[in-house]
């Protein structure tokens, strides 16, 4: 148990400015998963997409717009390191996979609104295509 308790600092916003109309609803310090590696960063939920921007490195952005999800869960990563638990996986329309490894509780309380987002937007797309 801890000597003194403090509380978590709030994750930092996206080091770039959003396009008008987009805001931040959600942020959270995350790691990406991309095979064996694990890249610190934040993970921001706007009102758009989500956003990933990593602490450090060359890539240093993951964008994936809620149009583009067609699956999101929550899924034991098998692989990763010092990940126990399970991590916000997603499947693109593109048939990609993304995942990101936060607070358990935090990730139950994304699952829903990221499904709802990607519904919706998926949903808007269809009603925009002509046909």
């Known amino acids: 148990m801890p000597l003194f308790r403090r509380a978590a ?11 008008a109309g987009e805001e ?6 995350a790691l990406l998963l991309q095979g064996k590696a ?18 450090s490195g060359d890539a240093r952005w993951m964008i994936v717009p809620y149009a583009e999800i067609r699956s999101a869960g929550l899924h034991r990563a098998m ?9 916000l996986a997603l499947e693109t329309t593109k048939g990609e996979q993304v995942w990101w490894s936060f607070d358990e509780k935090a ?10 987002r990607a519904e919706a937007a998926r949903a808007a797309l269809e009603a925009d295509e002509p046909g």
């Open 79 to 87: 692989h990763a390191p010092g990940v126990r638990g399970r991590c």
């Open 107 to 116: 990730e139950e309380a994304w699952l829903p609104l990221v499904q709802q």
């Open 38 to 55: 694990a890249i610190k960063g934040t993970l921001h939920m706007t009102n758009r997409r989500l956003v990933f921007e990593a602490k």
């Open 9 to 19: 600092k709030p994750p930092p916003p996206p080091s770039v400015p959003l396009p």
């Open 24 to 29: 931040v609803d959600r942020a959270t310090a």
